[in-house]
């Protein structure tokens, strides 16, 4: 095969690839809402930013939205971040048909991901699942010829659950007493800016900190001293039904010691028993006496 014939054949094969690539390559631009799903309560707002995702430079965006009257109620539509430049006309929006309207020029064109167009800002109304989705749109690329380059778009699924409530907390008596301390404060520096007057808030301030600190020392003091009065009586109590065992024992002793001193006396023979009960006498009454003690020291202890 010769040079010539050679060269031609990679020429054909060139052209041919070069063909190819210029008749199957496609530009590709989407539309979506960002984020496309979430989990929300009666009650929030919620904010769904409407993005372009391209391939190649755009300069046009026009979106006709849809969403449920039922479960959403749209209150306003934010321009800001927006990588449209020229509006020809503001977006629109209506709580009675439940759409939205955009229709914007990007100067400039844009190529990339997530770019935002605008942001459509809700508030959830009702359980339910609401769907957000283009029933229109459009994407321009700038390419002199005004090419519709949109490929598709995406919806946004939002569910809406039930609202939680919020347990009550009620302030304490120190949070309203700071409240109060605020709301004087207030007033007594609108007093002093109306009347041209020195500044004294932080005195006032310092002075009221002080009443409160005194308040809460009184209220604490009298709080500690009753329960410390609760102890020293519950404590006196249970010294009082020791000694009350203590000596119900020693009543019982004298009585059998007295009947063994009335066998003493009439010298009669004492029983092992008998003689053991006498001494545990004597040592009942050491014990009842080192008790007795103890209760009283530990209560002057406690004082």
């Not at 930013?49 to 190649?56: A, R, Y």
């Not at 609401?130 to 700038?142: E, G, H, M, R």
């Not at 809460?216 to 009753?226: A, D, F, Q, R």
């Amino acid at each position: 095969m010769s040079k010539r014939n050679k060269n031609f054949k990679i020429y054909i094969v060139l052209f041919t690839i070069g063909f190819l690539f210029s008749t199957t390559f496609v530009y590709a631009a989407t539309i979506g809402f960002s984020p496309s799903s979430g989990n929300y309560h009666v009650g929030d707002t919620i904010q769904a930013k409407i993005v372009v995702n391209s391939d190649t430079s755009i300069n046009a965006v026009a979106s006709h939205i849809s969403f449920p009257t039922n479960l959403l109620t749209l209150s306003s539509i934010s321009k800001s971040g927006s990588i449209i430049s020229l509006w020809p006309q503001e977006p629109s929006f209506s709580n009675v048909s439940g759409t939205a309207d955009l229709e914007g020029v990007v100067l400039n064109g844009y190529t990339g991901n997530s770019g935002s167009v605008a942001t459509l800002i809700f508030k959830a109304k009702d359980v339910g699942q609401a769907v957000l989705q283009f029933t229109s749109a459009s994407i321009l690329a700038s390419d002199g010829n005004g090419t519709e380059v949109l490929t598709g778009s995406n919806s946004a699924i939002l569910a809406i659950a039930k609202t939680i409530p919020k347990p009550e907390v009620k302030p304490t008596p120190v949070e309203n007493v700071v409240e109060k301390i605020k709301e004087v404060v207030a007033e007594v520096r609108q007093v002093e800016q109306v009347n041209n007057l020195p500044d004294y808030s932080l005195v006032i301030v310092l002075i009221l900190l002080i009443i409160v600190l005194l308040i809460l020392i009184i209220i604490y003091g009298i709080y500690y001293i009753n329960k410390f009065k609760y102890y020293i009586k519950k404590k006196l109590k249970k010294t009082e039904e020791d000694v009350s065992k203590e000596f119900e024992t020693l009543e019982k002793d004298i009585y059998k010691e007295a009947i063994i001193e009335q066998k003493v006396k009439e010298n009669e023979k004492l029983s092992d028993e008998e003689k053991t009960a006498l001494v545990d006498f004597k040592q009942d009454i050491k014990n009842t006496e080192k008790d007795i003690l103890k209760d009283i020291k530990d209560t002057e202890e406690s004082n």
